[in-house]
């Protein structure tokens, strides 16, 4: 099997008894867990794995989206927790069937949260994560992506994706691919009251966590220790998935630069 093929490259590990490797899904700030609801457009969420004893060896995971489901959602942003062990690695990679992080712990790797991965919905359908237990699937991770109601783009449902609504309210010939700017939710032609409704059910839903992204460190503030972790990257030009130079090549180009630095600015203090 391709996939077996390319993880035994990256990954020699020997068998061995182990607990419980589990995952669970929360939402962008990777600590409010996932209520199960069909999701957005655009939403962010967050897939972590865990154990529930510590690793004598090293030990290998992963989570692929595989064939059709990447036309769906698309995995990023991987990144080791401490209790991963010292020599904890990750692995992005993709050929024409699979998109996909691999992860292995180091032989010092401990009870608890391991690794972490951003997932977002990228199309309107159905998307299984796969997520594999030492070389072997485990079970799929499923989300159901809905059309986005945050027409205007500002990552929150509120009263601007309101009054675009309302400036289509109860045309009758709305059509693809637009749909009268997607308020036409149901797309039925026309924007109704059933429109408002599935409105409704998203109001003021924040579709991803872009103050998240700028915490480096993770200490819940971006603050002049996130601005140090950046100055220690600036001008790099070879980030790549899935630390992208520790979350400081924001844009995800490569390099750390003025647009890294602008980004960066507009959530100071947060």
């Known amino acids: 099997m391709k996939k077996l093929a390319l993880l035994t490259l990256f990954f020699v590990t020997l068998p061995a008894a182990f607990g419980e490797v589990s995952t669970r899904v929360c939402e962008a700030d990777g600590k ?24 004598a060896d090293p030990y290998p995971v992963d989570l692929i989206i595989e064939e059709e489901n990447r036309n769906y959602g698309f995995l990023f942003g991987a990144r080791a927790f401490d209790e991963a062990g010292t020599e904890s690695f990750l692995y992005c990679w993709e050929d024409d069937q699979y998109q996909a992080i691999s992860f292995q712990t180091g032989e010092d790797a401990v009870a ?12 309107i359908g159905d998307c299984d994560v796969a997520f594999y237990d030492y070389f072997s699937f485990a079970y799929n991770i499923s989300f159901r992506h809905v059309r986005t109601r945050d027409f205007d783009g500002s990552i929150k449902v509120d009263f601007t994706d ?35 409704t599935l409105f409704i059910d998203y109001w003021l839903e924040v579709t991803r966590c872009n103050a998240c992204i700028r915490d480096f460190n993770k200490d819940g503030e971006i603050n002049f220790i996130d601005f140090t972790i950046l ?9 790549i998935c899935p630390g992208w130079c520790q979350g400081t090549d924001i844009d995800t180009d490569g390099d750390v630069d003025f647009i890294d630095f602008a980004l960066f600015g507009n959530y100071w203090l947060e």
Request: proline letters at 2%.
């Open 162 to 196: 309101f009054t675009v609504l309302a400036s289509y309210w109860q045309d009758q010939d709305c059509n693809a691919p637009n749909w009268c700017e997607g308020t036409d939710l149901d797309v039925d032609g026309d924007v109704d009251l059933n429109d408002l």
């Open 231 to 239: 100055t220690s990257h600036w001008l790099t030009t070879d980030c």
């Open 112 to 123: 608890g949260d391991w690794f972490i991965a951003d997932y977002e919905a990228t199309d």
């Open 32 to 55: 409010t867990p996932f209520d199960g609801r069909d999701i957005m457009v655009g939403t962010r969420l967050t897939i972590i794995v865990s154990s529930d004893s510590n690793s």
